[in-house]
Every structure is written in C-alpha cells, then in structure tokens.
C-alpha cells in the first residue's frame, strides 16, 4: 500500500457516458496529481492541484475536469467518453510547497470505453 | 523542463549490479534529478532523487556527475522483482510546481 488510494480500480463504461475517478492522497501530501497511460502514448500528465487550488496543467482534454476538496481528496471527471480515452489513470501526491520530496503514485483506475 | 536521455532497454543477470545512465546537458542549477520505477501494470514508484552529492537509500544508489550532467542509477544486486522501466526526470520545485514529465524510460530485463 502506497499510501496513496485511488477508487474504483476497474471501470467499464458506454461510449458518451461519464465517469469520475476518486484519489485519497497520502496523508500530509497537499498537492495531488493526475496522469493517463495508454498503451501508445505513455505516461501523460494531466492536472496538478496543490491545497484545493490548481496548479499547473497538461494535456488535459476540455471534456475531462478535475477538483481538489477541502479534505484534499480528489476526482477527475471524465465526460462525452470516447473510445480513445480508455486508459490507465493513476494519481500521485507529495508534500508540495516547493519542498523536494519524492512522489507516491496509486494504484491506478484502469477505465474502459467500449 | 529539461530534457533526459536513457537507453531503450538494458539487460542484466541476477544478482549482479545493474548501472542505469541518464543524460541531461540541459540541467539547470535548481532540477532535481528523480527516479522512478514503473513495473508491469502497476503504478510508477519512486526510487530516488538527488541534487548534487550521491544519495543512497534502501533500494538503489544515485551517483551524479560533477558538472550534473548525468547521473547513474546503482541496483546493487539485481533480482528479478527489479525487472520494469526505469525513468530519470528533471524536477524543478520552483518553475512548473515540481511536475513530473516522463519519457520513455529504460525497460530492464533481468535473466536468472
């Protein structure tokens, strides 16, 4: 166990439905990260949100979105689902601030579009 | 961010060491060099990281040029478990929040 939780661990789902995943971050960790791995484009990263604000962000698609709550857990909103977007979707966390710290990866949500 | 440069892929024996190489001529003064370990269909998992002296902990060495332009990542005894892609990457805390931009890694195989 990472320290890091991220729910469900597999989901299946229609084309043009949504989905939302659910990431725990390590307990202390205020800033929390998405990435997207499929099998031809590698580790993409997404979103980066740091105490409920964000941060930085990547190749994010207009169709998915993300927050931050005040109990520093996260979800990432996945919507219109397209094929294309069947992937790994894993969530990381670290102290932020500036601080060097390494960073803990979860266990991934391995979603399906069909 | 600054760019890194491994190997495709490696292979190693069991039990022996294994000297993953990393380059990054493009450093600045303030990235941190990570590493990460991704194994198969498991989430990526940190290694180490360093700024300029050597760093060792539990699992691996990190051995870092004098000018920082590349660095080594040491297992000291290779076990099959060690078998995944292996990433270096440049972390800059101040600029982009400290992302994490990954590559394509180096795949190490490792034969019994």
């Known amino acids: 166990d990472s320290g890091v939780t991220q729910t469900p661990k597999h989901l299946i789902t229609a084309t043009g439905q949504r989905v939302t995943l659910r990431c725990s971050p390590r307990s202390g960790d205020l800033s929390v990260y998405w990435y997207q791995q499929s099998l031809d484009q590698g580790l993409q990263f997404l979103i980066q949100?740091?105490?409920?604000?964000?941060?930085a962000k990547g190749n994010i698609l207009e169709r998915f979105s993300a927050q931050q709550f005040p109990d520093l857990h996260s979800e990432l909103n996945l919507s219109s689902l397209e094929l294309g977007d069947s992937a790994l979707y894993f969530c990381a966390s670290t102290l932020g601030g500036h601080l060097p710290n390494g960073y803990t990866f979860g266990s991934g949500t391995r979603l399906t579009v069909v | 961010d600054a760019k890194t440069t491994q190997p495709n892929s490696m292979e190693s024996n069991e039990e022996e060491p294994v000297h993953l190489p990393c380059n990054h001529s493009t450093i600045s003064g303030t990235d941190y060099i990570h590493w990460y370990r991704q194994l198969p269909s498991q989430g990526p998992e940190y290694v180490i990281h360093g700024l300029t002296s050597n760093v060792n902990n539990r699992m691996a060495s990190l051995a870092i040029a004098e000018d920082r332009k590349s660095s080594t990542l040491i297992l000291h005894r290779a076990t099959l478990r060690d078998a995944a892609v292996y990433y270096c990457?440049?972390?800059?805390?101040?600029?982009?929040?400290?992302?994490?931009?990954f590559g394509k890694g180096t795949k190490l195989s490792v034969k019994p």
């Open positions: 990457i440049l972390v800059n805390y101040g600029g982009s929040q400290g992302n994490l931009i």
């Open positions: 949100y740091y105490n409920g604000e964000e941060r």
